[in-house]
Each structure stands twice: as structure tokens, then as C-alpha cells.
């Protein structure tokens, strides 16, 4: 099917069909959120039944974007009989986590992503590996069909690809993404008010978390690798809930001459999940699928079960044979 032909396919479920669910990936990002919120918009815009559901937390940077329960983080089933499940980001459906519970076989679902090895799942799957957020993939499909982007719907597709692109500077910022944006603008979305409340709103025990962070990074394999270790220890003291350490680690690969940027964040004695940035000409995803993980070309990470420590020596090992391979 061409892009035209699923997107009105889409459209005409959107149109046809009154109860829906909407949901993303674990532990949420700007994309996940925004995406959902300006889906789940357009689709309260249209006089549909929508719920929206997230297995995970709403990072507080976000909380402008979301009023009361617009998304349900509570593993609590809908008040009403979804009839199509619409599931954002995610490559595989496993990434939903509890909300599977409430996905039926008698369910039409769609699958809307922009992640690489998508295995399209859906009944109907649309998956753009080029498109810079799914935001981005979103408000295509809803233009194609003459909609009108609300200013709330603009702010929300806004705000996902400014934080997908890391601000429009990742290797994913490419010119249909600053034309999205531009129309965005267009439709009311606020640059400077949407930059201030993703970027500009860390608490002050987070930055103090990050000085700290940054005083005990660690270079290796003769400065190639950039490391940095969050533990339970480090959250605890500085009073930081995880879900606001989004974008720490974009640190890892500010210095020169660095190829790779980690961060290991340890979850539990026996957990640490691992985020890993790379330049440009190094795909790390490959390295992080062999491990059990995945994500893009530049931004990847996987889950070890083993304490942090050996996770830090194993992983900065395996890094560096992967590097000098
Ligand atoms: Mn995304």
C-alpha cells in the first residue's frame, strides 16, 4: 500500500469508528506523550470515545501538556468497549506493557511508529524510519484528510518533535521535520513557551544530581567513551524521582572527541539499564540489539540483571571491541 492509501485508511477508521484506545511505549518520552495528547485531541475533536493509557510515569517536565487523566497511568480497564486500539511507538506491542491487558483480538489495531525493526503487529501498520517523531507521522496523516490542527493539537505535535529531535539538532532534524514544525507555529504552537517548559524545568536537586553526575563521569578506551553512572544512591540523596533524568545523558557526548556516550542507570540491586548515544557515523543500535535491547541509529539502550558495577566494566569492554571491530 502507498503512504496515501494507508493514510486514508487510517482516516477512515478515525471517521467510521466511535470508541478508541490510545496508548505508547514504558517510561514515556516527549514523543509519547505529545503524540498521544494531540491524537487523543483530534479524536475528542471529532466527537470520539478516547481513552488514552500509559504504562509508566509522566515525567514532570510534561505535565503542561496533560491535563487531569487525559492519560491513565493506572492499570484501570476503560468505562467503554474500545473498538480500535491505536499504538504509538512502539516496535514491538510487548513495549505497551499492562495496557496489552486491555487490547482484544476483536480489536483493529494500528500501529503508527517511526522505530527501526517495527514488526508490524497491526491490522494496519504505518511505519516511517525517516520521520523525525511520530508526531510528525501524525499530522500528516491528519492533514491529509483537510483536518484543522487546533492550537492545542499544534502545541502538543510541537513539543513531541522538539524533544524526538533533542531540540532540532539530532541526526533525525531533517527538513520535513522544520517544515511540520513551521506549520505547527502556523497552527498556534508556541516555540519559546513549549522549549522553556521541556527544557528549562528541572528541579534544582536534579541539576545538583547532574553536577554530581558530571564531577564523576569517566572517559575510556583513550577518551572514545564517555561514561556516566546514576544509582539508586545518587536519586535518594538528591530527592530525584527517575522519570525526571530525561535527557542527562545527552552530557555523555558533549566532549570532543567522545564516540560514545553512556548511562548507566541502576534500577535495583540486580538492574541497570543502559542509554547509549553515539556520533553521527556510529550505529549503536546494532551493539544494543546484540544485547538484547534496541532503538535508533544514535540513541539505544538495553536492560542488564547484573549490579552496577560489572555492568559498567562489561558494557565499556564490549563498547570498545565493538568500536575497534
Ligand atoms: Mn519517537
Given at each position: 500500500?502507498?503512504?496515501?492509501?494507508?493514510?486514508?485508511?487510517?482516516?477512515?477508521?478515525?471517521?467510521?469508528?466511535?470508541?478508541?484506545?490510545?496508548?505508547?511505549?514504558?517510561?514515556?518520552?516527549?514523543?509519547?506523550?505529545?503524540?498521544?495528547?494531540?491524537?487523543?485531541?483530534?479524536?475528542?475533536?471529532?466527537?470520539?470515545?478516547?481513552?488514552?493509557?500509559?504504562?509508566?510515569?509522566?515525567?514532570d517536565?510534561?505535565?503542561f501538556?496533560?491535563?487531569?487523566?487525559?492519560?491513565?497511568?493506572?492499570?484501570?480497564?476503560?468505562?467503554?468497549?474500545?473498538?480500535?486500539?491505536?499504538?504509538?511507538?512502539?516496535?514491538?506491542?510487548?513495549?505497551?506493557?499492562?495496557?496489552?491487558?486491555?487490547?482484544?483480538?476483536?480489536?483493529?489495531?494500528?500501529?503508527?511508529?517511526?522505530?527501526?525493526?517495527?514488526?508490524?503487529?497491526?491490522?494496519l501498520?504505518?511505519?516511517d524510519?525517516?520521520?523525525?517523531?511520530?508526531?510528525?507521522?501524525?499530522?500528516?496523516?491528519?492533514?491529509?484528510?483537510?483536518?484543522?490542527i487546533?492550537?492545542?493539537?499544534?502545541?502538543?505535535?510541537?513539543?513531541?518533535?522538539?524533544?524526538?529531535?533533542?531540540?532540532?539538532?539530532?541526526?533525525?532534524?531533517?527538513?520535513?521535520?522544520?517544515?511540520?514544525?513551521?506549520?505547527?507555529?502556523?497552527?498556534?504552537?508556541?516555540?519559546?513557551?513549549?522549549?522553556?517548559?521541556?527544557?528549562?524545568?528541572?528541579?534544582?536537586?536534579?541539576?545538583?544530581?547532574?553536577?554530581?553526575?558530571?564531577?564523576?563521569?569517566?572517559l575510556?578506551?583513550?577518551?572514545?567513551?564517555?561514561?556516566?553512572?546514576?544509582?539508586?544512591?545518587?536519586?535518594?540523596?538528591?530527592?530525584?524521582?527517575?522519570?525526571?533524568?530525561?535527557?542527562?545523558?545527552?552530557?555523555?557526548?558533549?566532549?570532543?572527541?567522545?564516540?560514545?556516550?553512556?548511562?548507566?542507570k541502576?534500577?535495583?540491586?540486580?538492574?541497570?539499564?543502559?542509554?547509549?548515544?553515539?556520533?553521527?557515523?556510529?550505529?549503536?543500535?546494532?551493539?544494543?540489539?546484540?544485547?538484547?535491547?534496541?532503538?535508533h541509529?544514535?540513541?539505544?539502550?538495553?536492560?542488564?540483571?547484573?549490579?552496577?558495577n560489572?555492568?559498567?566494566?562489561?558494557?565499556?569492554?564490549?563498547?570498545?571491541?565493538?568500536?575497534?571491530?
Open positions: 500500500m502507498t503512504d496515501k492509501a494507508v493514510f486514508k485508511k487510517i482516516n477512515d477508521l478515525f471517521k467510521k469508528e466511535d470508541y478508541f484506545l490510545l496508548t505508547s511505549h514504558l517510561d514515556p518520552d516527549g514523543d509519547s506523550i505529545g503524540s498521544l495528547i494531540g491524537l487523543r485531541e483530534f479524536l475528542k475533536s471529532l466527537g470520539k470515545k478516547v481513552v488514552a493509557y500509559n504504562d509508566g510515569n509522566l515525567p517536565k510534561y505535565k501538556l496533560v491535563a487531569n487523566n487525559q492519560i491513565r497511568f493506572s492499570n484501570q480497564a476503560p468505562e467503554f468497549k474500545p473498538r480500535v486500539a491505536v499504538i504509538l511507538e512502539c516496535p514491538e506491542i510487548a513495549r505497551i506493557g499492562f495496557v496489552q491487558n486491555f487490547i482484544n483480538t476483536d480489536m483493529i489495531r494500528v500501529n503508527i511508529d517511526h522505530h527501526p525493526r517495527n514488526k508490524l503487529y497491526g491490522d501498520n504505518y511505519v524510519e525517516s520521520a523525525s517523531a511520530v508526531a510528525e507521522i501524525l499530522y500528516d496523516i491528519i492533514k491529509s484528510n483537510g483536518h484543522n487546533s492550537p492545542k493539537i499544534a502545541e502538543s505535535f510541537y513539543a513531541a518533535i522538539a524533544s524526538d529531535t533533542g531540540r532540532f539538532k539530532f541526526a533525525n532534524t531533517s527538513s520535513k521535520c522544520f517544515s511540520t514544525a513551521s506549520q505547527l507555529v502556523e497552527a498556534g504552537a508556541n516555540p519559546k513557551l513549549i522549549s522553556d517548559k521541556i527544557f528549562s524545568t528541572y528541579s534544582a536537586g536534579t541539576i545538583k544530581l547532574l553536577g554530581n553526575l558530571l564531577e564523576n563521569l569517566e575510556h578506551d583513550n577518551g572514545n567513551i564517555c561514561i556516566l553512572k546514576l544509582t539508586l544512591e545518587n536519586l535518594n540523596k538528591y530527592g530525584v524521582n527517575v522519570a525526571d533524568t530525561e535527557g542527562i545523558i545527552d552530557y555523555s557526548l558533549v566532549i570532543s572527541g567522545v564516540k560514545v556516550g553512556i548511562l548507566f541502576e534500577q535495583g540491586p540486580q538492574s541497570v539499564k543502559v542509554g547509549l548515544r553515539s556520533q553521527n557515523s556510529i550505529d549503536i543500535s546494532r551493539f544494543a540489539r546484540s544485547k538484547g535491547g534496541g532503538g541509529a544514535n540513541a539505544a539502550g538495553f536492560k542488564v540483571n547484573n549490579d552496577l560489572k555492568t559498567v566494566a562489561n558494557t565499556v569492554a564490549e563498547v570498545a571491541a565493538y568500536l575497534n571491530g
